[in-house]
């Protein structure tokens, strides 16, 4: 087929031209009653309201089995379709490397590994000097010869399948433009995120959801992003993994949402690139959990806990002689592999008589057994679960240094028993001179706006810094946006100005936004705190607001000389 494809008479603007046809007087063909019908539906639902409808593009039974073979590479026969790779043929199932996973789910190809698969939607390839046609689009699957007698690249597989599949690809590729991602509207993009509403982080939900919300308005009241009002979705993920699992499917699979926004489930942070990897959805924001294994999809600004402890275990080691100091990693469930990748870091750096102890919700056990000689305790976890576990120990007549990520514990820890002042050591992801003057007053007036005050700092920041990043993605992405497209925009982005934090950039395999970064560690005192920051060696005295108590916690306080700045 050398000319474009003719407009599809299912698309709207098709119909349109044929609703005069209504007032006739000649009866009118099944096939154009078809027509008409789904033209009303369309208008109603447009009338409505019901995005839902508008948003979803309506596949022929040979159409979404094309989808299907595009994005997972199967077939819709019993024989696999298969692959066949380099010069030597190697053969592989279709599904190991279905055309999504080169070309994009939008069909505009994603650079990886030094190659860029070019566009592949019908309009590309129909419009180019040698177009294409369905024969040639068979010769150029099957053989790896384009229409002007070319060979393609090398890295590009040649495919075994059956005409019938055959014929269900070339009936999607011609449907792929129109294929839009849910959430994106022609007036409004959805927003998804994951918020607790009762349990020990309820409080840090109502948080992230009201300055989230106040983002989200601020946008709107400029806007939008390209004309689209942004809204946002919130879901409980509930008590457990099994809630929050189901949340989030609910969201994925029924939500009619674009992307996750700063999500708030610790008992995901594990799992989010392999339950969000088949709908492609990109996540932007702080992960208030350990973290997994790395995805392309999940973006965060700043580094997580995980990386935070790991600055801590160089610290402690450097505080300590790790041959000789009784230590103890104590985990939920879900950090399971956070704690052990950890321990393999500290016994790298000489921690021999190194223990774990995994608890179960919703605090650690004080029954549970703790060594008598216990020195050091590297802690992951909730605020409450922390402040639980400190008044176990004080009860045991034990008050070893406490090692923590002020990201998951907040200003909870504040709560210690006395015999912890200058025993607990909290990572900050930032330093005060990160944030600018501008940064702080735009972020206070999200907080006045947002009925919010000064607890949380470290929730709201990486909340705020979410929100930026996340919209500057989406104005890069362009109006003719797609998950993949915001993928690859972020995945370029390199040295945002948020006024919050550092600078956020990424790259191919980075996926934390100020990696590099130094982390600040302070020491809780009783009455005393030496807040994020560079610290002096000296000890000096100077105002400083308390973590979690905002401008009443403002006291004289006493910086700790044994404080310093730690690079991940």
């Known amino acids: 087929m050398g000319a474009r494809a003719a407009p599809d008479a299912r698309h709207p603007v098709a119909a349109k ?29 447009a009338l409505l309201g019901w995005a839902g409808l508008v948003g979803a593009l309506e596949l022929t039974a040979e159409e979404a089995a094309g989808r299907r073979l595009y994005r997972e590479g199967v077939g819709a026969g019993e024989t ?56 040639s689009l068979a010769r150029a699957l099957g053989e790896g010869i384009d229409p002007a007698g070319e060979r393609l690249d090398p890295a590009m ?35 998804g995120t ?6 020990p982080l309820a409080a840090a939900g109502r948080t992230v959801g009201a300055l989230l919300q106040a983002a989200l308005d601020e946008f709107n009241r400029a806007g939008g992003v390209h004309g689209r009002q942004l809204e946002l979705v919130i879901a409980d993920p509930g008590p457990d993994r099994a809630s929050a699992e189901a949340a989030l499917a609910g969201l994925v699979e029924g939500g009619d949402v674009f992307a996750l926004l ?5 008992a995901l942070a594990e799992r989010y690139g392999e339950l969000l990897a088949p709908g492609g959805m990109p996540l932007v924001g702080p992960l208030p959990g350990p973290g997994g294994e790395a995805s392309r999809l999940v973006f965060a600004p700043l580094p997580g806990p995980g990386e935070q402890l790991s600055a801590l275990a160089e610290f402690a080691a450097g505080e300590s ?16 592999r956070q704690a052990e990748a950890l321990a393999t870091r ?9 223990g774990l102890l995994g608890y179960g919700a919703p605090a650690p056990s004080g029954a549970k057994p703790l060594a008598a000689d216990l020195q050091a305790l590297f802690f992951l976890g909730s605020g409450e679960a922390l402040v639980a576990l400190g008044t176990a120990l004080d009860g045991a ?10 990201q998951q514990v907040a200003g909870a820890a504040l709560r210690l028993p006395p015999a912890f002042s200058g025993r607990l050591f909290l990572a900050y992801p930032l330093l005060p001179a990160d944030v600018t003057p501008a940064g702080a007053q735009a972020l206070e007036t999200l907080r006045r706006r947002a009925g919010l005050d000064e607890h949380q700092p470290a929730l709201q920041i990486g909340a705020y810094s979410a929100a930026l990043l996340l919209a500057e993605g989406l104005k890069r992405a362009g109006r003719d946006a797609s998950r993949e497209r915001l993928v690859s925009e972020l995945e370029n982005l390199h040295a945002l100005q948020t006024g919050v934090t550092p600078p956020l950039g990424f790259g191919p395999g980075r996926r934390v936004g100020a990696a590099g970064r130094t982390s600040s560690a302070w020491t809780w005192r009783r009455g005393a705190s030496s807040p994020p920051g560079a610290m002096s060696r000296r000890p000096r005295e100077r105002p400083a607001i308390l973590p979690g108590l905002g401008a009443a916690g403002r006291r004289r306080v006493g910086f700790s000389p044994k404080l310093g700045n730690r690079a991940f």
Not at 321 to 336: D, Q
């Open 321 to 336: 002689a790790p041959g000789e100091t009784p230590a103890l990693i104590v985990y939920p469930p879900e950090a399971a």
């Open 80 to 135: 696999p379709v298969e692959a066949r790779l380099g010069p030597a043929g190697t053969s592989l199932p279709a599904s190991a490397v279905p055309c999504a996973g080169c070309h994009g789910r939008d069909g505009r190809g994603r650079p990886e590994g030094g190659i860029r698969p070019p566009e592949i939607t019908w309009r590309h390839l129909t419009s180019a000097r040698s177009a294409y046609d369905e024969a």
């Open 157 to 191: 597989p040649r495919f075994v399948m059956s005409w019938r599949d055959l014929a269900n690809l070339g009936a999607y590729l011609k449907r792929l433009e129109e294929d839009r991602d849910p959430g994106l509207h022609e007036a409004r993009l959805r927003l």
């Open 262 to 266: 700063a999500p708030l489930a610790p």
């Open 194 to 199: 994951l918020l607790p509403s009762a349990g």
């Open 17 to 45: 031209s044929r609703t005069r046809r209504v007032h006739s007087p000649v009866p009118m063909p099944e096939r154009g009653k078809h027509r008409l019908h789904r033209w009303r539906v369309w208008l109603l639902a």
């Open 346 to 354: 500290l016994r790298a750096r000489g921690w021999q008589r190194l």
């Open 397 to 406: 007549g034990l008050a070893p240094r406490l090692y923590a990520s002020a």
